[in-house]
């Protein structure tokens, strides 16, 4: 049954895996220039979010974290990691007695962090000595955005999802406990995702 108007009520959550792919061609092409390695623009991640269904309107939270990635030029390491999250709203566009249409808004925020690193050989007392061999590098702002998503329950509660969105991200300044920066320089990291994920959960009308 086709339903575009009458209320549905329920919730459900879910866990899954995606790709986000993060618009970081700035920060490449500064960290290259410096000697390092490219950075490449698409982040594996893990995905999981909850949702109250009220009269068709979605409300909840959602969060997701980037694996992290290793990049190497000669004696050069980078290690970096994206992540963010944060509330997220919506509306029941379209239904059937198992499948869901809904657009939703994401408000929250968003996490960067960057490990450069240089291999060297030295031996204990040198590294003692001498400690400072890498640098962890972090930020973070406002991200919002919107998404659209398609949830069908297979079995019972059981149900999959495909969710596909974009995040705008608001620049912002590297920080490292270990080091005071100056001449420092912003980067944002608007992204788009897509993710599939297992849920459960269930709806009424």
Same mark, same amino acid.
């Given at each position: 049954?086709?339903?575009?108007? &009458? ?12 790709? @986000? ?7 490449? +092409?500064?960290?290259? !220039? *410096? ?12 995905? $999981? ?15 997701? @974290?980037?694996?992290?990635? #290793? ?8 290690? =970096? ?19 869901? &249409?809904?657009? %939703? ?7 960067? #962090?960057?490990?450069?690193?240089? *291999? %060297? =050989? +030295? ?5 003692? +000595? ?8 972090? %930020? ?6 919107? !998404?659209? @998503? ?13 969710? /596909?969105?974009? @995040? ?5 300044? /590297? ?6 920066? %100056? ?10 995702? &897509? ?5 459960? $959960?269930?709806?009424? *009308?």
């Amino acid at each position: 049954m086709l339903n575009f108007i &009458i209320s549905s009520y329920g919730g459900f959550g879910a866990y899954g895996i995606g790709v @986000n792919f993060i618009n970081n061609k700035e920060l490449s +092409d500064y960290i290259s !220039s *410096k000697g390092y390695s490219q950075l490449k623009s698409y982040n594996l991640s893990k995905t $999981g979010y909850g949702y109250f269904i009220f009269k068709n309107f979605i409300i909840g939270g959602i969060g997701f @974290n980037g694996f992290s990635s #290793t990049y190497q030029n000669s004696n050069k390491f980078i290690k =970096t990691k994206f992540s963010g999250g944060g509330f997220s709203f919506g509306y029941i566009i379209f239904s059937t007695n198992y499948f869901l &249409i809904y657009p %939703t808004i994401l408000l929250g925020g968003y996490g960067y #962090t960057m490990k450069l690193y240089e *291999k %060297t =050989t +030295d031996s204990l007392s040198g590294v003692i +000595d001498e400690p400072k061999r890498e640098v962890e590098l972090s %930020t973070g702002n406002f991200m919002f955005g919107p !998404s659209i @998503n398609l949830t069908y329950f297979v079995y019972g509660g059981l149900n999959v999802s495909i969710n /596909f969105g974009y @995040n705008w991200t608001l620049s912002s300044e /590297f920080s490292s406990e270990s080091v005071q920066i %100056t001449n420092n320089k912003m980067f944002s990291f608007n992204n788009f995702y &897509i993710n599939i994920a297992l849920g459960i $959960g269930g709806f009424t *009308k």
